[in-house]
């Protein structure tokens, strides 16, 4: 009946002509026959027009929307596929089953999970509610009474990526976090607990939808035949950032008809920190033995010398399906490998430059491997009241791990300041709003002498716990104090080693690159004499970076890490800090790091090539000669990135 129905419509207009609409790469994706497909789809290679067409096709040939599942990685995405699949077909094909992985979990376990022991009406709990949950089992079993057990968020985000790298509790500490190795057996009871907890609440959480669906359709035969018989065509796009658990979910419902087509660019396979399986697109053809491998090489957005830096950046990775981008724009301008002497004097070039661009404000991006690559750069953007938004997360100095170590220095550089005062109190265990703002009353009662807070009267007024641990506040303030008239820097150097580069390690999965940003803030303090005059130069960043944020239609640069400007573009981008042991970095934590070097450095050199095919018209590659030694403003002499010594002669052009 679907056909003729289709057939009816199709005789009311033209059909589409798909030779006219795609080029030749493009269209022997479309016009495949069916049967195991992996498309390597380049960066900028019209891979989102592909998917379209070839859902469009599908339908065109009589298949049922209803038998068609689409996996995208935003619910988005897929919506705006369809509706121009509809405006293509001119007919409605809101009947093919599309969204994210766990939109699709959510939608079949709503009909079965039943038959696992939960009710159809389950919750679905978000990171905020998966994070109280952890954190009331931590408290319930007393684990909050040690100052370094890992904080709840840490915790429920090592319970993420294990279920995401399908591994249990203490292989994915051993691997990712072995800092946390002595706490391995009270994870696993924490994760025990969660798990049945979440049973008794008939609650899921994102990733129980995951691993709730493979086990439903692992355990009962009738369910996963079903959804083979119906799913009679499975297309999946970024293959490349898929997890172990969600490959496994694809390979399980294709085993009948095998008519599954995959989508990705193994180049530009960025995301293991949070569970991307870079095997997943790399072995596919050994899971699929049969599988047609296409691959689409016509780049729409860059100019060829461009593309040929790409090219000649990513053809050292050994593991790759190899490809070369051809652009459709002609040759352009050469990309320009920028040497400066420090980071300042890298922040004033680019700015300079943005100012000199012939460009809007928003085709212009730069692009930095870690947060605090662009932390001069957003200081001298300010200077020149040049506006820019920031998409790598929030601006620099309004992260809290920032805030923090700074409200130390703000509380001895002036006692009356009761915000930096209780927002370094609580920053210990066991005081909270009550107990910091008992210490305050206390504080303001002696007319601000911070000796009295030590007095015996008002230790004995605290609870045992927060009294312990005031007496740490407590020391290091009066160290902090004694250190008044030294550099800001040796304050922060202080700060980290007196506790809070631990309370880093123990909050946050992320705390490297958490530990690196308060580094290079000590590392930018070491220029000032004082610390009123680095409050200040830090209040008055702030200050403008507030005011501007209210202007919603102004132009902006984008300041991006590369990670969020995947999938994006922009006719200028710079790309800062490509100097020895920043980009690339290789994290100090990987207990495997002989065996996962050569892996780590090709997907460093991904992340790189993801950077440069943003770029549209103009690239810039810049490094600095110098950067500060730790705390001090004595420089260190550094050799430039291997991403750009490795670069042929010809694929670019040097100032200085």
């Not at 509809?86 to 079965?112: C, P, Q, Y």
Request: aromatic share 10%; glycine share 4%.
């Amino acid at each position: 009946m679907y056909r003729e129905h289709l057939l009816t419509q199709s005789d009311k207009k033209a059909r589409i002509d798909f030779e006219k609409e795609l080029n030749q790469e493009q269209l022997d994706v479309v016009l495949s026959k069916g049967g195991p497909s992996l498309v390597i789809a380049g960066a900028g290679s019209g891979k989102t027009r592909t998917l379209i067409y070839r859902v469009a096709k599908l339908v065109e040939e009589g298949v049922s929307p209803a038998s068609i599942l689409l996996v995208t990685f935003t619910n988005k995405a897929a919506n705006e596929m369809l509706s121009r699949v509809e405006r293509l077909l001119s007919m409605d094909s809101k009947g093919v089953w599309s969204g994210t992985f766990h939109h699709i979990a959510n939608l079949i376990l709503r009909r079965h999970i039943g038959l696992l022991g939960f009710k159809n009406n389950y919750t679905i709990l978000d990171e905020e509610d998966r994070t109280d949950l952890v954190s009331l089992t931590i408290a319930e079993f007393g684990l909050n009474e040690n100052r370094r057990f890992p904080k709840a968020n840490a915790v429920a985000a090592i319970m993420s990526l294990s279920t995401n790298l399908s591994l249990q509790i203490d292989k994915t500490v051993a691997q990712r976090f072995p800092h946390m190795a002595e706490f391995i057996d009270d994870l696993i009871l924490i994760n025990d607990h969660v798990v049945n907890k979440k049973k008794a609440l008939n609650a899921l959480d994102f990733d129980d939808l995951l691993v709730f669906l493979k086990q439903l359709l692992i355990e009962h035969e009738d369910v996963r035949e079903h959804y083979q018989r119906l799913f009679q065509h499975i297309l999946v796009d970024e293959y490349q950032d898929t997890s172990k658990l969600q490959a496994e979910i694809v390979d399980v419902l294709a085993q009948a008809h095998r008519n599954i087509m995959v989508v990705g660019d193994d180049a530009q396979s960025i995301y293991a920190f949070r569970g991307a399986h870079y095997e997943n697109i790399l072995g596919f053809t050994e899971r699929y033995p049969d599988a047609v491998v296409y691959k689409l090489q016509t780049n729409y957005r860059s100019t060829q010398s461009i593309l040929d830096l790409a090219n000649s950046s990513i053809i050292r990775n050994k593991k790759q399906y190899l490809k070369r981008l051809v652009a459709t724009r002609g040759a352009g301008l050469l990309p320009t490998i920028v040497k400066t002497a420090n980071t300042e004097e890298q922040a004033s070039f680019i700015a300079k430059r943005i100012l000199h661009a012939d460009a809007n404000l928003n085709d212009i991006a730069v692009l930095y491997r870690s947060h605090y690559h662009s932390m001069e750069i957003q200081m001298e953007l300010t200077r020149l009241g040049i506006p820019y938004e920031v998409r790598s997360g929030i601006k620099f100095f309004e992260q809290a791990h920032i805030k923090d170590v700074l409200s130390y220095l703000r509380f001895v550089n002036n006692p009356l300041d009761e915000l930096a005062f209780k927002r370094a109190l609580k920053l210990y265990p066991g005081i909270g709003v009550k107990t910091s703002g008992y210490l305050w009353d206390k504080f303001v009662e002696s007319n601000h002498a911070f000796p009295s807070l030590g007095e015996k009267a008002v230790m004995e007024e605290l609870p045992k716990k927060a009294a312990q641990h005031f007496s740490s506040f407590y020391k290091l303030i009066s160290n902090l104090s004694d250190m008044k008239e030294k550099l800001p820097s040796d304050m922060l150097i202080l700060i980290l080693e007196s506790g809070y580069e631990e309370f880093m390690k123990l909050t946050y999965t992320n705390f490297e690159a958490r530990l690196e940003d308060v580094r290079q803030l000590t590392n930018y303090s070491a220029r000032f004499q004082s610390v009123t005059s680095f409050l200040s130069e830090m209040a008055l960043v702030a200050t403008v970076v507030s005011s501007d944020t209210a202007e919603e239609d102004k132009e902006r640069v984008v300041l991006s890490s590369i990670h969020q400007a995947k999938g994006l573009e922009w006719k200028i981008v710079f790309i800062p800090w490509l100097v020895d042991g920043k980009f690339p970095v290789i994290r100090g934590n990987d207990n495997q790091r002989k065996e996962t070097e050569n892996d780590a450095i090709e997907e460093e050199r991904r992340l790189f090539y993801v950077a440069t095919t943003r770029a549209k018209d103009e690239l810039y590659l810049c490094y600095q000669e110098w950067i500060p030694e730790r705390g001090t403003y004595n420089n260190a002499l550094i050799k430039p990135s291997r991403f750009i010594r490795e670069l042929p002669s010809y694929a670019y052009e040097t100032q200085e």
